[in-house]
């Protein structure tokens, strides 16, 4: 089932609803790069040759982002990045380091804020001939990214006493509900779950849970069904099939899309996107910098791989992105030349390579 799930998620993965529609005109297409840290700029320089081998119509606008302080002194990404995605709308990121220093912002929460990059996509499907103790998952995490526990909102009450702040609102709650169940109707999915725990949380959960709840009446054609975060982990564990569309606040979402990704391999061969407002778009990979094999030809670029694959689905690029994809799996299939942590020997360069020589052959 593997093979041919991956070619459906993918091939309708990012299938956006009309709220985040973006339109991209023939010819060469201008994405902005931005290879990352540590393995970064590595598994970046993979992407861009295999896309070079498939004649991808892509002009990459490479662009590096630290955190700086503007106005006022409020942390900001450099301007010459936020003009590249302002005018590409959309981006390739690889994995990004933040510094463990006080006051100083996630990088990946500022690029979420900038860009109000509000819904994160996280396709989970088994891999054909890449062996997990689970064989048959095949479901998508969707995951809101502006708010929750990870709105930064922190403060010292007392000597030894501090409130972080979770903020849920109705739009963003109403917002991922409705793309989530978008996704699940344009993308032929049958159910979507709203995972929360408003036994607990009566307030904030009980409010994304109701806007969940409006919502699916909209939606008749789609099941709606509501679970406890711990029974999903519980269940997701035991049986994942059970599971289709998995809508959720931002905290839970980043812990059930590893659980899901460690499902099927681990992150190193798990996709995401972040879609925002007004056509804007990150592809991204959700591992690591893995800073001890960096420079060292040693890293696994498939995640970055899937993600753009991704993007150029989001594009409208599909034949592209069936090339690429199909290589991509193709080489894992065949097991001979694999990166370390897919169970092979070879270098990034080599997996690289393999890929590069079947998209040639498929020509």
């Not at 896309?51 to 490479?62: L, T, V, Y």
């Not at 592809?283 to 960096?294: K, L, Y």
């Amino acid at each position: 089932m593997a093979g041919s799930a991956w070619r459906s998620m993918l091939s309708q993965v990012i299938r956006r609803p009309a709220l985040s529609a973006a339109s991209f005109s023939r010819g060469m297409q201008t994405v902005t790069l931005i290879p990352g840290d540590g393995i970064g700029p590595e598994i970046s320089t993979a992407v861009m040759k295999i896309f070079e081998a498939a004649k991808a119509p892509i002009r990459w606008e490479e662009r590096n982002v630290t955190a700086i302080k503007g106005p006022g002194g409020r942390w900001m990404i450099p301007p010459d990045a936020k003009e590249s995605m302002d005018r590409s709308k959309i981006g390739l990121k690889g994995p990004l380091k933040t510094p463990i220093a006080a006051g100083h912002p996630s990088m990946n929460l500022l690029l979420r804020k900038t860009f109000d990059l509000y819904a994160n996509v996280r396709p989970c499907v088994s891999i054909e001939g890449y062996k997990t103790p689970y064989t048959d998952v095949d479901l998508v995490t969707i995951r809101e990214n502006t708010e929750g526990e990870y709105s930064g909102i922190e403060h010292v009450i007392v000597d030894g006493v501090v409130q972080s702040i979770k903020l849920i609102t109705e739009n963003a709650s109403r917002r991922i509900a409705e793309y989530a169940f978008e996704y699940a109707r344009n993308n032929q999915r049958n159910s979507v779950t709203a995972v929360h725990k408003a036994n607990i949380m009566r307030m904030s959960d009980g409010l994304f849970l109701r806007k969940c709840r409006e919502v699916a009446e909209n939606y008749k054609d789609i099941k709606f069904t509501e679970m406890y975060l711990d029974t999903v982990c519980l269940n997701m564990v035991q049986d994942p099939t059970q599971f289709d569309v998995l809508v959720m606040p931002n905290l839970y979402g980043d812990i059930l899309s590893d659980l899901c990704a460690g499902l099927i391999g681990g992150l190193g061969v798990t996709p995401s996107g972040n879609i925002g407002a007004n056509g804007v778009a990150i592809f991204e990979s959700v591992h690591g910098t893995a800073p001890d094999i960096a420079g060292m030809d040693m890293a696994n670029p498939t995640a970055l791989l899937l993600s753009a694959v991704m993007m150029l689905r989001h594009m409208g690029l599909h034949d592209y992105g069936q090339k690429i994809q199909t290589a991509c799996f193709d080489t894992i299939r065949d097991k001979k030349v694999l990166t370390k942590d897919l169970g092979g020997n070879s270098k990034c360069s080599e997996f690289t390579a393999e890929i590069c020589r079947r998209i040639q052959d498929l020509e």
